[in-house]
T-cell receptor, first 113, second 115 residues
Framework: KNQVEQSPQSLIILEGKNCTLQ??????????LRWYKQDTGRGPVSLTI?????NTKSNGRYTATLDADTKQSSLHITASQLSDSASYIC????????????FGAGTQVVVTP | GAVVSQHPSWVICKSGTSVKIECRSL??????MFWYRQFPKQSLMLMAT?????????EQGVEKDKFLINHASLTLSTLTVTSAHPEDSSFYIC???????????FGSGTRLTVV
């Protein structure tokens, strides 16, 4: 069973609107949780990284939150742009398995004019 | 920030030939690099972990004789797909970790098509 579950699988939003992506994980203990953006045919690019003790991290229009008690994270995209169309991947790094990152399946976001 | 360069970005090869993919850390020393494979609409699957100066560690189900990994320096790891077949066609991505292991930076990926 995948230890990192993302929802929704995909979504379509209008340019300028906000959206929130969800990530539920069972990885424990973990050292950090990352959100990556992956454009089609490209490698993932880091958006935010949070240690287990952090609650929120922002990077421009991207804001990630982390609730270690409920094992949930979210990525909020503000004022979406056409260039935000991509797959967003939640990645959790287990403390006891260095390098064995646990990847979510990603949320495919399509921003339409 | 840390930059990982991966080349080539795409390659088409004939069945039975070998293809080499390079992964370089440009502004930091990468003691460990990782190689992933990604199928369409799926997440990244770890193939192997390579440590500078030692043999790579392969994940279960990954043929080490088919996917040769060399990590001869702190800035370069290579993945060679030997005797490629159409089923090897995929998107291959490398990532590098710094010596602390806190940061993982991904390469831009290589689209391999075997015809």
């Amino acid at each position: 069973k995948n230890q990192v579950e993302q929802s929704p699988q995909s979504l379509i939003i209008l340019e300028g609107k906000n959206c929130t992506l969800q990530c539920n994980y069972t990885v424990s203990p973990f050292s950090n949780l990352r959100w990556y953006k992956q454009d089609t045919g490209r490698g993932p690019v880091s958006l935010t990284i949070m240690t287990f003790s952090e609650n929120t991290k922002s990077n421009g229009r991207y804001t990630a939150t982390l609730d270690a008690d409920t094992k949930q994270s979210s990525l909020h995209i503000t004022a979406s742009q056409l260039s935000d169309s991509a797959s967003y991947i939640c990645v959790v790094s287990p403390t006891d398995s260095w390098g064995k990152l646990q990847f979510g399946a990603g949320t495919q976001v399509v921003v339409t004019p | 920030g840390a930059v990982v360069s991966q080349h080539p970005s795409w390659v088409i090869c004939k069945s039975g030939t070998s293809v080499k993919i390079e992964c370089r850390s440009l502004d930091f020393q990468a003691t460990t690099m990782f190689w992933y494979r990604q199928f369409p609409k799926q997440s990244l699957m770890l193939m192997a972990t390579s440590n500078e100066g030692s043999k790579a560690t392969y994940e279960q189900g990954v043929e080490k004789d088919k996917f040769l990994i060399n990590h001869a320096s702190l800035t370069l790891s290579t993945l060679t797909v030997t005797s490629a077949h159409p089923e090897d066609s995929s998107f291959y991505i490398c990532s590098a970790a710094d010596s602390v292991g806190y940061g993982y930076t991904f390469g831009s990926g290589t689209r391999l098509t075997v015809v």
